[in-house]
């Protein structure tokens, strides 16, 4: 494998996973890989949109009405180009449009108009779709799935990424920010679930895994990222980067 997601590769069942950071040749990115351990979960695919959206899309109607489609189907991947710079958001649900919405109305100019000032603006109050708190854990007892999210961004010449994720903890919400200036070819990693495939399935519960980051292109990423779940419930993986010059590419891996 090109990239080591070894971190990821040892989990039994990671869930979902988000990870970013910037490849050896400066390009900011995002990888998001999807995997699922029942029917509903396994009935999908990431597929990409006229607007390089990457979003969930079903395989089986049928299945996926066992499950919760609200929380099963949603844009898990958005760029965005401004004047002042570029930002990729990516997360386990509906949180995503309301990152990039967030990205795109704020102007604080200079370096807080970045990943760290989106991710805290976004999650600052309650937000609610279909009677869900989009800015809260997941209402899928026993499991109570966190949300997690990524956002990366190069502003003003000045690259930073931040990793936020909401978990129960108790009967509280626990909500973790993590930030960094990311490396060339580094990458840090978080999922829903710690790795153990039990029931309930416990939360991530440790900071970002950094990982080392090799390819200078989506394929390899991409592919590294699939290699990674294919044995472990893996259904997808997508990559997306953004350049100096603001070019956005996009690659796929599906299992279905």
Same mark, same amino acid.
């Given at each position: 494998?090109?990239?080591?997601?070894?971190?990821?590769?040892?989990?039994?069942?990671?869930?979902?996973?988000?990870?970013?950071?910037?490849?050896?040749?400066?390009?900011?990115?995002?990888?998001?890989?999807? +995997?699922?351990?029942?029917?509903?979960?396994?009935? %999908?695919?990431?597929? &990409?949109?006229?607007?390089?959206?990457? #979003?969930?899309?079903? =395989?089986?109607?049928?299945?996926? /009405? #066992?499950?919760?489609?609200?929380?099963?189907?949603?844009?898990? &991947?958005?760029?965005?180009?401004? /004047?002042?710079?570029?930002?990729?958001?990516? @997360?386990?649900?509906?949180?995503?449009?309301?990152?990039?919405?967030?990205?795109?109305?704020?102007?604080?100019?200079?370096?807080?108009?970045?990943?760290?000032?989106?991710?805290?603006?976004?999650?600052?109050?309650?937000?609610?779709?279909?009677?869900?708190?989009? =800015? @809260?854990?997941?209402?899928?007892?026993?499991?109570?799935?966190?949300?997690?999210?990524?956002?990366?961004?190069?502003?003003?010449?000045?690259?930073?990424? +931040?990793?936020?994720?909401? #978990?129960?903890?108790?009967? *509280?919400?626990?909500?973790?920010?993590?930030?960094?200036?990311?490396?060339?070819?580094?990458?840090?990693?978080? +999922?829903?679930? @710690?790795?153990?495939?039990?029931?309930?399935?416990?939360?991530?519960? %440790?900071?970002?895994?950094? &990982?080392?980051?090799? @390819? *200078?292109?989506?394929?390899?990423?991409?592919?590294?990222?699939?290699?990674?779940?294919?044995?472990?419930?893996?259904?997808?993986?997508?990559?997306?980067?953004?350049? #100096?010059? %603001?070019?956005?590419?996009?690659?796929?891996?599906?299992?279905?």
């Amino acid at each position: 494998m090109k990239d080591s997601f070894e971190s990821l590769r040892k989990m039994e069942y990671s869930g979902r996973g988000i990870t970013i950071g910037m490849t050896p040749d400066e390009k900011i990115f995002a990888v998001y890989t999807l +995997t699922g351990r029942s029917p509903s979960s396994q009935a %999908r695919r990431l597929v &990409m949109d006229d607007k390089k959206k990457v #979003k969930i899309e079903v =395989t089986d109607e049928e299945q996926l /009405k #066992k499950g919760n489609p609200s929380l099963l189907v949603y844009n898990a &991947m958005i760029p965005l180009v401004k /004047k002042d710079g570029v930002y990729i958001v990516v @997360s386990n649900g509906a949180q995503t449009d309301l990152l990039y919405k967030t990205a795109k109305t704020n102007n604080a100019g200079a370096t807080i108009d970045s990943s760290l000032y989106v991710a805290e603006i976004a999650f600052r109050d309650p937000k609610f779709i279909n009677g869900i708190d989009i =800015t @809260s854990y997941e209402p899928d007892a026993p499991n109570f799935t966190p949300r997690i999210s990524g956002v990366i961004s190069y502003v003003n010449n000045f690259p930073i990424g +931040t990793l936020h994720l909401v #978990k129960k903890e108790g009967e *509280k919400i626990k909500k973790e920010t993590h930030n960094f200036e990311p490396e060339l070819g580094e990458g840090w990693l978080i +999922t829903t679930y @710690s790795g153990e495939n039990i029931n309930p399935l416990p939360p991530f519960d %440790r900071n970002p895994f950094v &990982m080392k980051i090799n @390819s *200078k292109d989506v394929g390899s990423l991409v592919e590294s990222a699939f290699n990674a779940i294919e044995d472990h419930f893996g259904v997808s993986a997508a990559a997306m980067t953004i350049d #100096k010059d %603001r070019n956005i590419k996009i690659d796929i891996l599906n299992k279905y």
